[in-house]
Structure formats: structure tokens, C-alpha cells
């Protein structure tokens, strides 16, 4: 099982990225999926999450500026990220929670990071 963040790069405050973390591989099914994020200098904390069935839940650091949802049929889960401010600076990371098709078992699983730069 391979997890793929994709969509960071440099932007203005007030800007807007959407992110995507592709799954592939070994896969029956993909459960719940988060997002995290690690600003420099900090640890690693969860931002955002969707349920198996889109039932979705946001920190209060990012809610009513991000929204996470899913495209079971392509195994992505997506996080549009709205009016950013320089505080949303950090390495973004997706969460899996996966049943592989052999041998049929339930893990957790990280993808890489992605850089996410809010700076004028």
C-alpha cells in the first residue's frame, strides 16, 4: 500500500491549494482518512478527517476554511484549503485507514509529506 500527498507549494495569504492524497496498491478498502500537519519547529498534529461513509470532522484551527472530502472510485481524499495565512505553514501528511485485499488485514497507514508555504 502506497500513499501519495500531492498539491503543496508557495502561496499568498488569503490563498488557496487543494491537496490530494492518493492511495494505491494492495487496497479492499480505505476506512477513515486524515490530514495532518507539522509546522516547523512542531510536532505532528491532525487537522482534519472523513469517515468511511463522508461523515467529516475539522480542527477548530482550520474549520470553515478547510474541507476534506473523498473520490472512493479514484482512492483519493482531497483537502481544499481557503483563506491561508502564514500559520497554515507546514508539511502536510494523509493518514489511512486501509483493509488490504491479502491478507485481508486493517492498518493505518502514512503518506509522505507535502509542503504547504503561506508567505507574501
Known amino acids: 500500500v502506497q500513499l501519495q500527498a500531492s498539491g503543496g507549494g508557495l502561496v499568498q495569504p488569503g490563498g488557496s491549494l487543494r491537496l490530494s492524497c492518493k492511495s494505491s496498491?494492495?487496497?479492499?478498502?480505505?476506512?477513515?482518512v486524515e490530514w495532518h500537519r507539522q509546522p516547523p519547529g512542531k510536532e505532528r498534529s491532525w487537522i482534519a478527517s472523513?469517515?468511511?461513509?463522508?461523515?467529516?470532522h475539522y480542527s477548530d484551527f482550520v474549520k470553515g476554511r478547510f474541507t476534506i472530502s473523498r473520490d472512493d472510485a479514484k482512492n483519493t481524499v482531497y483537502l481544499e484549503m481557503n483563506s491561508l495565512k502564514p500559520e497554515d505553514t507546514a508539511v502536510y501528511y494523509c493518514?489511512?485507514?486501509?483493509?488490504?485485499?491479502?491478507?485481508?488485514?486493517?492498518?493505518?497507514?502514512w503518506g509522505r509529506g507535502t509542503q504547504v508555504t503561506v508567505s507574501s
Open positions: 493518514l489511512a485507514n486501509i483493509r488490504t485485499i491479502q491478507p485481508g488485514t486493517i492498518d493505518n497507514y
Open positions: 496498491g494492495n487496497i479492499d478498502a480505505i476506512f477513515a
Open positions: 472523513i469517515g468511511g461513509r463522508g461523515d467529516t
